[in-house]
T-cell receptor, first 115, second 116 residues
Framework: DVKVTQSSRYLVKRTGEKVFLECVQDMDHENMFWYRQDPGLGLRLIYFSYDVKMKEKGDIPEGYSVSREKKERFSLILESASTNQTSMYLC??????????????FGPGTRLTVL | QKEVEQNSGPLSVPEGAIASLNCTYSDRGSQSFFWYRQYSGKSPELIMFIYSNGDKEDGRFTAQLNKASQYVSLLIRDSQPSDSATYLCAVKNLMYSGGGADGLTFGKGTHLIIQP
């Protein structure tokens, strides 16, 4: 079974703090994704990566950065957390085979609250 | 901006009936379409994907695609209370397909309630 894990299930941070959200997958997947999910707005893509050290912007990259130093790990960084970044953050991974579709497997999510 | 539209619901269907979930998309060039199910408090899981016009069946689930009308639907036959969840329609966004990654644009989801 594919397993995508996220470092925290719940996280509470203060405005202005630097926040790291970690995601690890154990199936040697090439592609990894970070989404946020908000009521009324749905799932929105923040960043994705198709290889180590490679990153691409999604729909809403502002206020976020990412790091992929190892194939299995993809980190989302909030340089200076703000209250509008309070959300559920979901990490996903997929195999990566050129133009073929690869199912995205999601982690359990991190509910981040910024006070 | 690519758009994926769904009726948010809730859609209430009696147990044993057919549940019909609908989705429209704005990018005429879209090629790949997906249905995810998300239970409350859980993460999304893939239940169907479809590439070609027409119907694709998998057990009680049927995905239907009409590219001319930019419309994709999911039918759930013999609905069960365990089918109660939010159903997310997703479209492969070619803007987010670098290096083989298949970035998806999601609709906001339809909340389905199966009444026993």
């Amino acid at each position: 079974d594919v397993k995508v894990t996220q470092s925290s299930r719940y996280l509470v941070k203060r405005t202005g703090e630097k926040v790291f959200l970690e995601c690890v997958q154990d199936m040697d997947h090439e592609n990894m994704f970070w989404y946020r999910q908000d009521p009324g707005l749905g799932l929105r893509l923040i960043y994705f990566s198709y290889d180590v050290k490679m990153k691409e912007k999604g729909d809403i990259p502002e206020g976020y950065s990412v790091s992929r130093e190892k194939k299995e790990r993809f980190s989302l960084i909030l340089e200076s957390a703000s209250t509008n970044q309070t959300s559920m953050y979901l990490c996903a991974s997929s195999l990566g085979q050129g133009d073929s579709y690869n199912e995205q497997f999601f982690g359990p999510g991190t509910r981040l609250t910024v006070l | 901006q690519k758009e994926v539209e769904q009726n948010s619901g809730p859609l209430s269907v009696p147990e044993g009936a057919i549940a019909s979930l609908n989705c429209t998309y704005s990018d005429r060039g879209s090629q790949s379409f997906f249905w995810y199910r998300q239970y409350s408090g859980k993460s999304p899981e893939l239940i169907m994907f479809i590439y070609s016009n027409g119907d694709k069946e998998d057990g009680r689930f049927t995905a239907q695609l009409n590219k001319a009308s930019q419309y994709v639907s999911l039918l759930i036959r013999d609905s069960q209370p365990s089918d109660s969840a939010t159903y997310l329609c997703a479209v492969k966004n070619l803007m987010y397909s670098g290096g083989g990654a298949d970035g998806l644009t999601f609709g906001k989801g339809t909340h389905l309630i199966i009444q026993p």
